[in-house]
């Protein structure tokens, strides 16, 4: 059975740092692409940041970039979202997801952890 477990979340301050974990088997790891979305209270689901397999290709939702940094440790298996400079609008649930096969990077995954929550206060 697919797993992926998310850790890292918490309440922390305009400004603050927080890295988030996604603890994943082997095969998964070995997805087409891993990713980052979040989910605020009231609205969709969204796309955060995403590294592929191959090539190690990464990709940022334009409210994020230059603030999260999206890595994996393939020794590990574990895919990571170090966040900076974290902002009030970036509070949500943070879920880690799995692709399988190639296709647009920001649709289309197909196993999702429970998410974590993460909290930033004014």
């Known amino acids: 059975q697919v797993q992926l477990v998310e850790s890292g979340g918490g309440l922390v301050q305009a400004g603050d740092s927080l890295r988030l974990s996604c603890a994943a088997d082997g095969r998964t790891f070995s997805s087409y692409a891993m990713g980052w979305f979040r989910q605020a209270p009231g609205k969709e689901r969204e796309f955060v940041a995403a590294i592929t397999w191959i090539g190690g290709s990464i990709y940022y939702a334009d409210s994020v970039k230059g603030r999260f940094t999206i890595s994996r440790d393939n020794a590990k298996n574990t895919l990571y979202l170090q966040m900076n400079s974290l902002k009030p609008e970036d509070t949500a649930v943070y879920y880690c997801?799995?692709?399988?096969?190639?296709?647009?990077?920001?649709?289309?995954?197909?196993?999702w952890g429970q998410g974590t929550q993460v909290t930033v206060s004014s």
């Open positions: 997801a799995a692709r399988l096969r190639f296709g647009p990077i920001k649709y289309g995954y197909d196993y």
